[in-house]
């Protein structure tokens, strides 16, 4: 059971509800996730944001990897079912690239590199060496792109955290943390 409330769409604060009722819309459901983040508005909001921002970068193939990846990383069971079933699902992610993925690697050469670097983030707490640095650029990523894979390691960390903190019950098909505390 969640250590932090989980209120429903209904018992949410009335500023969040115009957001939740645009995830019940894409999604079908209200994910715990958001219901969670919606005890605070200022959260949800910045969240939200962020995080729909962030969904014009990449690709959603790349942005589920890194996101499979900080999950592994941090230790994060809600979010490694999210983002398999995501991943799964609508990004048509093979169930070994996503084996991978949440080794920080890929079959892909290039989604190699993003992920790779990502997991390297998460792990070294920003703290990477020129040679990380070297190794995503000659896989051809911009330092624009590279900025976007800083922010997706924040955006995941920020859930990944939360969902800790709170111990958020898992509304997905649940995947267990090979880093689990």
């Known amino acids: ?23 019940q819309k894409a ?3 209200v994910p715990n996730i958001f ?31 890194i996101a499979l990846a900080v999950a592994e990383v941090n230790g994060c069971g809600y979010c490694l079912s999210a983002h398999t079933y995501l991943g799964l699902n609508l ?5 070994e690239e996503i084996a991978l993925n949440r080794k920080g690697s890929s079959s892909d050469a290039k989604a190699n590199a993003a992920v790779s670097f990502a997991a390297r983030i998460a792990e070294a707490r920003g703290h990477v060496s020129d040679a990380d640095l070297a190794a995503v650029r000659a896989a051809g990523f911009s330092d624009a792109q590279i900025v976007e894979i800083v922010a997706l390691v924040a955006e995941n960390t920020f859930t990944n955290y939360l969902n800790e903190v709170a111990r958020t019950d898992i509304d997905f098909p649940a995947v267990p943390a090979a880093n689990a505390a």
């Open 35 to 65: 219901r969670l983040v919606a005890n605070s508005p200022a959260a949800l909001g910045a969240f939200t944001s962020f995080q729909g921002a962030l969904s014009k970068t990449l690709n959603v193939k790349t942005r589920e990897r």
């Open 91 to 95: 990004a048509k992610i093979s169930p």
């Open 27 to 29: 999604l079908g459901f």
């Open 1 to 23: 059971m969640s250590r932090i409330s989980i209120p429903t769409k209904d018992e949410a604060p009335e500023a969040t509800k115009p957001t939740l009722d645009s995830i």
